[in-house]
C-alpha cells in the first residue's frame, strides 16, 4: 500500500450549505488527513482550464457557471492510496446509485450539485493540485 495524495473540492453546494466541516468530518473519518485546504472564490478561467477535458460535453459550459457561482474548498488529501481511498469515500457521481455512508449519498442534491469532486488518477492529483497549491501551502 503506498501513501499518495489526491486532491479534492468541496463544491459550491457544500459551501453554501456550510457542510464543509462535515463533509471533511466524512473524508477524516475514512483514514485521509487534510494537509493543505483553501476557501477560494474559482474564476471562469480556473474553471475553464480545470474542467477542460470535458469542453465538449454539452453540460461544459453549465459546469463552469456552477464551479464559479461560490466559494469552494480545493484541499490536498493524504492516505493509503488516497486517490482510490477518496474515490470510493465520495461515493458514485448520480447520488441516487452512491452506496450508503458516502459523501454524496450523504450530501448531494442531484448528479450537478453532487458535493464534491476527487482526482481519478495519481497522474491527474498531481497535476490538479499544482494548479491550486505551491508546495509551501502544503502540510509535510
Not at 58 to 71: A, D, I, K, R
Not at 119 to 138: P, V
Request: glycine share 8%; no cysteine; charged share 25%.
Amino acid at each position: 500500500m503506498a501513501n499518495e495524495r489526491t486532491f479534492s473540492i468541496l463544491k459550491p453546494d457544500a459551501t453554501r450549505r456550510n457542510i464543509t466541516g462535515a463533509v471533511n468530518a466524512v473524508i477524516e473519518a475514512a483514514g485521509l488527513r487534510i494537509v493543505g485546504q483553501r476557501r477560494i472564490r474559482m474564476t471562469r478561467e480556473q474553471a475553464e482550464k480545470f474542467y477542460e477535458v470535458h469542453k465538449e460535453r454539452p453540460f461544459f459550459g453549465e459546469l463552469v457557471e456552477f464551479m464559479t457561482s461560490g466559494p469552494v474548498v480545493v484541499q490536498v488529501l493524504e492516505g493509503e492510496n488516497a486517490v482510490a481511498k477518496y474515490r470510493e469515500v465520495m461515493g458514485a457521481t448520480n447520488p441516487a446509485q452512491a452506496a450508503d455512508g458516502t459523501i454524496r449519498k450523504q450530501f448531494a442534491e442531484s448528479v450537478g450539485e453532487n458535493t464534491v469532486h476527487g482526482s481519478d488518477s495519481a497522474d491527474n492529483a498531481r497535476l490538479e493540485i499544482a494548479q491550486f497549491f505551491k508546495d509551501a501551502d502544503i502540510a509535510a
